[in-house]
């Protein structure tokens, strides 16, 4: 298989708080693992690449110091969304490259909604 | 941006074939053709990919044209469950690069 998990599955939050998503990889090892986020009515959007024990490499316009990625273990990768924002409520997805299979897979997704 | 073009939705009738159409006019030789779908509410799941032959699992058939600028999705009998919107992406294999979503094709299955 190629099961990718996400938590929180959704997680609502005050204004000025920080929010931590992890991202596992269950059944592979995964040293690339992408951050997507996904709008209502949207296609997705890439966020950021986490690769595992470097520093991960974001997208233009995302801001690395609102959006923290650690990608410590090949089945881990975080991002912790700091000091949220009502804008900030989003769909957040990641998703894990498997290299035996030679593609991605994604997880369920964190619905976050900020108040 | 995304390097394909999908009709922004179909309809398919409960048991029929489901026949999804990709254009990918500038695909690179070492590009490979991507599916994913998106049921409502839930991450992208991957289906199937293919470079230049056609391709088939458990869940449906990739039929690319021999000049590869166009792609075919198959489901080949549709169930309700089916309904979701169809990512076509094209990038290279191995999985280690962003992949481009556009905004996919809605197909509904209607019963």
């Known amino acids: 298989g190629a099961v990718v998990s996400q938590h929180p599955s959704w997680v609502i939050c005050k204004s000025g708080t920080s929010v931590k998503i992890e991202c596992r990889s269950l059944?592979?090892?995964?040293?690339?693992m992408f951050w997507y986020r996904q709008f209502p009515k949207q296609s997705l959007m890439l966020m950021a690449t986490s690769n595992e024990g470097s520093k991960a490499t974001y997208e233009q316009g995302v801001e690395k110091d609102k959006f923290l990625i650690n990608h410590a273990s090949l089945t881990l990768s975080t991002l912790t969304v700091t000091s949220a924002h009502p804008e900030d409520s989003s769909f957040y997805i990641c998703s894990a490259k498997n290299t035996r299979k030679e593609t991605q897979y994604f997880g369920p997704g964190t619905r976050l909604l900020v108040l | 941006d995304a390097k394909t073009t999908q009709p922004p939705s179909m309809d398919c009738a409960e048991g029929r074939a489901a026949n999804l159409p990709c254009n990918h006019s500038?695909?690179?030789?070492?590009?490979?053709v991507y599916w994913y779908r998106q049921i409502h509410s839930q991450g992208p799941q991957y289906i199937i990919h293919g470079l230049k032959n056609n391709e088939t699992n458990e869940m449906a058939s990739l039929i690319i044209t021999e000049d590869r600028k166009s792609s075919t999705l198959i489901l080949p009998h549709a169930t309700l469950r089916d309904t979701a919107v169809y990512y076509c992406i094209v990038g290279p294999q191995g999985g280690s690069e962003k992949l481009v979503f556009g905004k996919g094709t809605k197909l509904t299955v209607n019963p």
């Open positions: 500038t695909i690179s030789g070492n590009e490979y």
């Open positions: 059944d592979f090892q995964a040293t690339t």
